[in-house]
T-cell receptor, first 113, second 115 residues
């Protein structure tokens, strides 16, 4: 079965640079979620989109932005990167419905030097 | 508002013995509850989910969990641990009543399985 695809899988950037992470949801899933998991931490919700509109916002820094496109893929744009942004970034997708089980991608590991 | 508490940060069992990972939740709505497993340097994999149907939920790899509303608990169990079960386990609550159904994760429980 098709799963959530994230690219790139690994990314190394320097401070103050920008990064773009991409997420391709499971086919027919209309909702995308972004999470940040720091070393030894549980995943923290950043932001979500439903039908290309932002549907919820969590602890996403102002330096980050995201959007969902017409083909339902999503991109997380990160600017003015800081050392503390080094983390594993997960994307999850779900289908509209009462229970919205989220299926996670493999994650993008970002290292900021 | 929703929250989830995993009562043990580390659990260590011997191979072949039962596993119990404890989770308590709070939610303003009738929540959906999930257990995810994360192996080292891997993504999150759904083990099982409770969505207001049967209170005893069976998942993959022999795991199951029981939803107890009176105790606001959703503990994860397995009758016999296997070495491959060693991983981080997250209990997750999601309020269907919110617009996006965002999930809140517990802090995680590290399961160690001794030979």
């Amino acid at each position: 079965a098709a799963g959530v695809i994230q690219s790139p899988r690994h990314l190394i950037k320097e401070k103050r640079e920008t990064a773009t992470l991409k997420c391709y949801p499971i086919p027919r899933h209309d909702t995308v979620y972004w999470y940040q998991q720091g070393p030894g931490q549980d995943p923290q919700f950043l932001i979500s989109f439903y039908e290309k509109m932002q549907s919820d916002k969590g602890s996403i820094p102002d330096r980050f932005s995201a959007q969902q496109f017409s083909d339902y893929h999503s991109e997380l744009n990160m600017s003015s990167l800081e050392l503390g942004d080094s983390a594993l970034y997960f994307c999850a997708s779900s289908q509209q419905g009462a229970f919205r089980t989220q299926y996670f991608g493999p994650g993008t590991r970002l290292l900021v030097l | 508002a929703q929250s989830v508490t995993q009562l043990d940060s580390h659990v260590s069992v011997s191979e072949g013995t039962p596993v119990l990972l404890r989770c308590n939740y709070s939610s303003s709505y009738s929540p959906s509850l999930f257990w995810y497993v994360q192996h080292p340097n891997k993504g999150l994999q759904l083990l099982l989910k409770y969505t207001s149907a049967a209170t005893l939920v069976k998942g993959i790899n022999g795991f199951e969990a029981e939803f107890k509303k009176s105790e606001t608990s959703f503990h994860l169990t397995k009758p016999s641990a296997h070495m491959s079960d060693a991983a981080e386990y997250f209990c997750v609550v999601s309020d269907p009543g919110t617009n996006a159904g965002k999930s809140t994760f517990g802090d995680g429980t590290t399961l160690t399985v001794k030979p």
